[in-house]
Each structure stands twice: as structure tokens, then as C-alpha cells.
């Protein structure tokens, strides 16, 4: 409890997104001692617990981090990639749970005349290896995840995020609102500012992508463009704030 007492403590010190990360931190390591004391009840020590219990962390990371990706997706392509993301988390599980049980086996037998006796028999709990188990494991670790993050996005007063980048060999700071598209040109990109200002990089637009997150779209190869920036929409078009108007490409109208 002292500990706990101490990182509400520490986490009302910080500034807002730094005070997210520690709850989320937080959150995490919480589950993964309750995971701990669950396993205990299935023959293994607690720091045998507390080693399988990390060991669930990859793939709910993953699960964390595509997520919120795949749920801006059609929904006909939304619910096959759900199901996909969930079987290649539940693969990466399988693997380091019998890894993790081969150091743990490994280990018992150095130090059974210690500790277990003479006898260590294979302890691989079946409970451990089930799907379904592991499943309702990783959508509470992720899934708890998500709903924390969006609970404090509207609750926590967070300060406006911006991205730096290096524009003619100069450092740029923009503020996500003040960026009004990203435009790919040949073997560099254009940062279009709702100022009018333009800036260089040499970033790929795929990465800007990834790096801006959902609060911008991609409307076409060349084009990636802010969701607030958007006033009217056509079957193949689109009109921004300043009054241009941007193409939708056949690949990405669905998604958009």
C-alpha cells in the first residue's frame, strides 16, 4: 500500500502526460501481479509467477498498440484483422510461456537439493497453455489498457501535442492543430501549416503516418491530412479549412 500511496503521490507531481504513463506503467505492473498471485495457486513459486506473468506483457503490447488501428477499419475488414491480431499475440504467448517454463525447469533442477527435494517433475500447467484462459488474460491486460488510456485522454488536462522535425537542416516544432497536411513530392515530403508555411523533410510519408497517429488520415499516396482540418467530403475529394481541395484515391476511400 506505501508503494502504491507513493505513486499517486508521484504521479500528481507531473505534468499530464507524464502523469498518464505512470498510471498506465502502473496499470500494468498491478496486472501482472495479480496475474502472479493467480499462477501461485498452480504450483509455482511467486517469483516463478512473477516471471510468467511478464512474460504475458509482448503480447499484450502488441494487442495495445494495433488496437486502436484496427478499430478505425472497415468494420468487414475490422472484425478478420481483430481475429488475426488476436492469433498472432496468442502464438507469441505460446512460445514464451514454453521458453519461459524450459528456464523455470532448467532452474529447478539446479536448485531442487535447495528447494524442491529430489524429484522436479515437468510443471507446464495446462491451465496456462489454454487459449481461452490466455485470451481473457491478454483483453484484460490490453483491454483494460485501452479503456485507461481513454478515460484519462478526457478526464486529464493534457498540453496540446506537437511534433519536431528538421526542416532545411533546421529544428521545427508544430503544434498536430496547427499541421493541415503532409504531401509526399518525389523524395521528400511538404509539411503544410494552417499558416500557409510549408516545410521540407525527408521522413517518408508512411512514417508520418504511423508517427501522427489517428488524429490524421490517409487519403492518398501522396496525401496524408488532418481529421480537424476537414470541412466537406466527396465520393473522390475533399475540401480543407484554407479552401483546398485534396484527391481521394480508389485505395483509400474505403478506409477514409
Request: hydrophobic share 45%; with cysteine; charged share 15%.
Amino acid at each position: 500500500m506505501a508503494t502504491v500511496g507513493f505513486v499517486i503521490h508521484f504521479s500528481l507531481t507531473l505534468g499530464s502526460k507524464m502523469k498518464q504513463r505512470v498510471i498506465i506503467i502502473a496499470y500494468w505492473a498491478l496486472m501482472v501481479l495479480l496475474t502472479a498471485y493467480m499462477l501461485c495457486s498452480l504450483s509455482y513459486s511467486f517469483s516463478e509467477s512473477c516471471l510468467l506473468g511478464c512474460l504475458l506483457l509482448p503480447g499484450g503490447i502488441v494487442i495495445k498498440f494495433m488496437l486502436p488501428k484496427i478499430l478505425l477499419q472497415p468494420q468487414k475488414n475490422r472484425i478478420i484483422n481483430l481475429l488475426l491480431l488476436l492469433l498472432t499475440a496468442l502464438i507469441i504467448e505460446f512460445l514464451l510461456i514454453f521458453v519461459g517454463h524450459g528456464i523455470l525447469l532448467s532452474l529447478r533442477n539446479e536448485l531442487r537439493d535447495y528447494y524442491f527435494g529430489s524429484n522436479s517433475e515437468p510443471f507446464v500447467s495446462g491451465l496456462l497453455v489454454n487459449p481461452v484462459f490466455l485470451t481473457i488474460l491478454l483483453i484484460l491486460f490490453a483491454g483494460g489498457d485501452y479503456l485507461l488510456t481513454e478515460y484519462l485522454h478526457k478526464h486529464l488536462k493534457q498540453a496540446p501535442p506537437s511534433i519536431t522535425f528538421t526542416s532545411d537542416r533546421k529544428p521545427v516544432s508544430l503544434l498536430y492543430s496547427d499541421i493541415l497536411y503532409v504531401e509526399s513530392n518525389d523524395t521528400e515530403v511538404w509539411i503544410h501549416s494552417t499558416d500557409g508555411q510549408k516545410y521540407r523533410n525527408k521522413t517518408p510519408i508512411s512514417q508520418w503516418e504511423n508517427l501522427l497517429g489517428i488524429e490524421f488520415v490517409r487519403i492518398h499516396r501522396s496525401f496524408l491530412v488532418s481529421r480537424s482540418q476537414i470541412t466537406k467530403t466527396d465520393s473522390d475529394s475533399l475540401t480543407l479549412t484554407d479552401g483546398q481541395t485534396l484527391p481521394i484515391s480508389r485505395k483509400y476511400r474505403e478506409q477514409f
